[in-house]
């Protein structure tokens, strides 16, 4: 607490002041060079008061590992991700790493923790992962006391080690009385709760508000009960809370400097509590990352970034930009990101990103892909393809679950077997199973869904002569689905392979489409010189219902996927969720189209498609439910 006598002792203070401000400022703005507000807090979205459910302080301690290396850990939430610092080599890093997360009552909650062995110049290995529901977790240990959790290996769900983490969570209330405090410590440079006019005036001043200006001695008058010159925090901010309420004294950040919109008081003052990332003075995350993946990149990724040759972000990437695809998982609302054969991704952009490209398409390569096609599914069907199966499982460790499938690996003795697995029963629940007016995922799968078919092409189908009347071929009469809603279920190698019915009804009949067999991979779809959706082999399963009118259910086949499967046959009567075939090796597509107002997509479906992000979805969760009927079901995890 100073006095304020000299004018040495106020720049004293104030050079105090901006030099605490400036560290606040390093350590909000600490985040990925070059990432510029991809989700970073800097383009936190606005939150309503009835969404509000608090903001929880998350602290990565440290980890008891099973060898020595140097580890990195990240945390996941929602579409944010943040990493730790490097440790030394050691068997016990420790980290002391905390990061402020905005909690929402319909938003996430469920925190991924990945930790990452960085012995690799590229891409640093994942080693395990442990996931918490920080509502759950702090209802459990209201104290913020560290807790162990589990880490368990992505491919085998074997415990690799432990993490060690605190949390606690102010809820609204205490966010509204907690962030003048921050606000004040600001030129509590001493640290004992007290300030003098002085310090509060260089801090109102600092605001550069005409209001705060003329209220700060009617302000610090009417806490300074007993007269001497000197005010606690507490009675202060109980006072500053109030001002900033009823007449707002703070019109920008006063740690990233970024303007606040003083009709939103909520946000603001939201804004300010993620900023002042003070916490127990333990280092802050490093955050402008999307997925742990990215997060854990070495120097190598990080150069391709710097030197333009790749790029990292949701939604559309088109171009030789698009070298890399990311999804959002519906379950966990978190960002995951797709995994590839970088030579693959190369290929793929070669082809069907340039004009030169699909003209080597035009002049025989369509015949190379059916050829191609047709000896790899050959080979996959043979007994030495098993032996291709541990390495697939190993590439894709964190993204196939060994535990839902129906039979153990020793089963399977071709990899095709493998490939088109089967799932243990109950392992997929169907939303609202008991009501056909609710349609339903069609499979494992990254989805994009569509009111109509002109918001299809203008947030993903880039292809020139896409339509439903190509889509579905000569042989069926398109009328009634012209202006229909559009729903695309791609499924990439990694996903369960068997597709199931959307919708209950009665299959009146199949129509099959001859075509090509390019990749139905983003880089294709999104690309303007080709049409995959087309010009690919397909099969039309024409649906009848009494909710939904006709459905169009189209089953495409791609690159190596020579063999459409069906399980079913016309006449049949299937409940939604029933399986109607399968794939064989290599990624697909199924897309459904529904006449024209039959069917009210879900709004999350719909909102992330609209940003032409795909929403990781698996069979039987919910889709929309049919109009005129518009009641909600619970989604179905």
């Known amino acids: 607490m100073g006095n304020g006598n000299s004018t040495e002792t106020k720049e004293s203070r104030r050079s105090k002041m901006r030099q605490k401000l400036r560290n606040f400022s390093s350590r909000r703005l600490l985040r990925r060079p070059g990432s510029g507000s991809v989700s970073g807090l800097a383009s936190q979205r606005s939150v309503s008061q009835e969404d509000f459910a608090g903001i929880a302080l998350l602290t990565l301690i440290g980890a008891e590992m099973k060898f020595k290396d140097k580890w990195l850990a990240c945390v996941s939430f929602g579409e944010q991700t943040f990493r730790t610092g490097i440790s030394d080599s050691t068997d016990k890093p420790i980290w002391n790493s905390e990061k402020k997360l905005l909690l929402e009552k319909n938003g996430p909650s469920l925190a991924r923790i990945s930790v990452f062995e960085t012995n690799r110049l590229s891409k640093n290995n994942i080693i395990g992962f442990c996931e918490l529901d920080l509502l759950e977790f702090v209802v459990q240990e209201p104290d913020s006391t560290c807790k162990s959790f589990d880490l368990l290996d992505p491919a085998s769900s074997n415990v690799v080690g432990s993490m060690f983490i605190s949390c606690s969570v102010e809820d609204p209330v205490e966010t509204e009385t907690c962030f003048a405090k921050r606000i004040l410590s600001i030129v509590d440079y001493n640290e004992d709760g007290h300030l003098s006019f002085s310090e509060f005036s260089d801090l109102m001043n600092a605001f550069g508000n005409l209001v705060a200006s003329k209220k700060k001695e009617e302000l610090f008058k009417a806490a300074d009960l007993n007269g001497d010159g000197v005010v606690t925090i507490d009675e202060l901010a109980a006072l500053l809370a109030v001002q900033q309420e009823q007449e707002p004294i703070i019109n920008s950040c006063p740690v990233c400097g970024e303007a606040l919109q003083l009709s939103d008081k909520l946000n603001a003052m939201i804004h300010m509590t993620l900023c002042f990332d003070e916490g127990t003075g333990n280092q802050t995350m490093t955050g402008g990352f999307l997925t742990d993946r990215q997060a854990s990149y070495g120097w190598m990724f990080k150069l391709s970034e710097w030197t333009h040759l790749s790029t990292y972000d949701v939604g559309l990437n088109t171009g030789s930009s698009a070298s890399h695809i990311v999804v959002i998982d519906r379950k966990t609302k978190r960002l995951v990101e797709e995994l590839i054969d970088s030579k693959i991704v190369m290929s793929m952009r070669a082809i069907y990103q340039s004009k030169i490209g699909l003209g080597l398409m035009d002049q025989g390569a369509k015949e190379i892909l059916q050829n191609l096609s047709e000896k790899q599914g050959k080979k996959m069907n043979t007994a030495e393809s098993a032996q291709n199966i541990?390495?697939?499982?190993?590439?894709?460790?964190?993204?196939?679950?060994?535990?839902?499938?129906?039979?153990?690996?020793?089963?399977?003795?071709?990899?095709?077997?493998?490939?088109?697995?089967?799932?243990?029963?109950?392992?997929?629940?169907?939303?609202?199973?008991?009501?056909?007016?609710?349609?339903?995922?069609?499979?494992?799968?990254?989805?994009?869904?569509?009111?109509?078919?002109?918001?299809?092409?203008?947030?993903?189908?880039?292809?020139?002569?896409?339509?439903?009347?190509?889509?579905?071929?000569?042989?069926?009469?398109?009328?009634?689905?012209?202006?229909?809603?559009?729903?695309?279920?791609?499924?990439?190698?990694?996903?369960?392979?068997?597709?199931?019915?959307?919708?209950?009804?009665?299959?009146?009949?199949?129509?099959?489409?001859?075509?090509?067999?390019?990749?139905?991979?983003?880089?294709?779809?999104?690309?303007?010189?080709?049409?995959?959706?087309?010009?690919?082999?397909?099969?039309?399963?024409?649906?009848?219902?009494?909710?939904?009118?006709?459905?169009?259910?189209?089953?495409?086949?791609?690159?190596?996927?020579?063999?459409?499967?069906?399980?079913?046959?016309?006449?049949?009567?299937?409940?939604?969720?029933?399986?109607?075939?399968?794939?064989?090796?290599?990624?697909?597509?199924?897309?459904?189209?529904?006449?024209?107002?039959?069917?009210?997509?879900?709004?999350?479906?719909?909102?992330?498609?609209?940003?032409?992000?795909?929403?990781?979805?698996?069979?039987?969760?919910?889709?929309?439910?049919?109009?005129?009927?518009?009641?909600?079901?619970?989604?179905?995890?």
Request: contains cysteine; negative net charge.
């Open 390 to 637: 541990p390495s697939f499982l190993e590439f894709f460790k964190d993204q196939i679950n060994m535990a839902e499938v129906k039979y153990p690996l020793d089963h399977f003795k071709t990899f095709n077997e493998f490939f088109i697995r089967e799932l243990k029963p109950g392992a997929r629940p169907i939303a609202c199973i008991d009501r056909d007016n609710v349609a339903v995922s069609a499979a494992d799968c990254r989805l994009m869904a569509f009111q109509s078919v002109d918001d299809s092409t203008r947030f993903w189908i880039k292809g020139r002569k896409f339509s439903i009347k190509g889509l579905l071929g000569k042989d069926v009469d398109s009328d009634a689905f012209l202006d229909g809603s559009l729903v695309i279920f791609r499924l990439a190698p990694q996903d369960y392979h068997r597709f199931h019915s959307p919708v209950s009804g009665v299959i009146e009949k199949f129509f099959d489409v001859p075509g090509s067999l390019y990749t139905v991979n983003p880089i294709a779809v999104n690309s303007k010189y080709c049409n995959v959706f087309t010009e690919n082999k397909r099969t039309v399963v024409m649906i009848s219902t009494a909710e939904f009118g006709k459905v169009a259910f189209v089953a495409i086949g791609a690159t190596m996927v020579g063999s459409i499967t069906f399980v079913r046959k016309e006449g049949d009567h299937i409940k939604k969720g029933d399986e109607l075939g399968y794939f064989s090796f290599g990624g697909s597509t199924v897309i459904c189209v529904f006449e024209k107002d039959s069917i009210k997509i879900d709004e999350d479906l719909l909102a992330n498609s609209a940003r032409s992000l795909e929403t990781l979805v698996t069979v039987g969760m919910q889709l929309g439910v049919s109009f005129p009927k518009l009641e909600n079901c619970s989604l179905e995890s």
